[in-house]
């Protein structure tokens, strides 16, 4: 058997179809949904995602507003930044590419976007609200992880989940995301001081891997059928002495796998049409 590969880029592509009816639907009332960034410093790769979120935003019709910063900026000059956009009415939410350079103080940052603007769903109050089941913006990551199991009939109600990762940005919030009582899954949090992780994923109907560890969750660990996610996304160099990326479940595992979330071509996408859906959901909050 090998498994049915869940597709993020093609469900993404039809969340953006999606999208692209709602803003022409703002249009009317007047309204371009506006999503900005901020990248601080040079970082090739943190490039590249800030240049993929504004292609994004190109295709459904949400304007961007770009703005860039050079590596040895000032805390003060990147807080100056976050009030003009935190008061920019043309900006219905923003973020703040990580990671930041080290001598700017990322949480004090963090918690200076408004929260109403928080397109990553990450400001403490949002993920308080997440913790306290409220409305707010939601994680991109758990957010597109619960949207593409949705779309495929996945079902969690009564699911037993075990999500491997603990991280602020998908574990953590994950695991808050899927115990809700809309989701009503049955989650084990698993992380790099459990014991035995095999024994938890072994169990599971459902194993999500967010852990940055290539390879982790191998086929051994996998019961048959089972639907597994790989969130992972690691830098590594192959033989051939070029970078690449690369994912925490190893290539055995598709064979065992009742279904699989690849790395690349899955999460990624999904975690980018959330953005952009948090920001079309802003804009029509008003
Ligand atoms: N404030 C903030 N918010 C983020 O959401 C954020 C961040 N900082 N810093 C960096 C990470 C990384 N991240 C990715 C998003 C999509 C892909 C993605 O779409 N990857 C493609 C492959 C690469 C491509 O084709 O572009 C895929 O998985 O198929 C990857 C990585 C968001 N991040």
Redesign the pocket.
Known sequence: MTATLLD??ATAAEIKDELRTRVKALAERGITPGLGTVLVGSDPG?Q??VN?KHRDCAEVGIASIRRELPADATQAQVEQVLAELNADPACHGY?????LPGHLDTQRVLELIEPAKDA?G?HPVNLGRLVLGYPGPLP??PRGIVELLRRHDVALSGAKVVVVGRGN?VGRPLGLLLTRRSENATVTLCHTGTLDLASHTRAADIVIVAAGVPGLLTADMVTPGAVVVDVG?TRVVGPDGKGR?TGDVDSAVVEVAGALVP???????M??AM?LTNVVERAEQG
């Open positions: 993020g880029k943190s590249a995602y993929g973020i703040v590419q990580l990671p990553d990450l991109c990551t940005t996304i990326y790395m690349p071509g899955g999460v990624g996408p975690t980018r953005l």
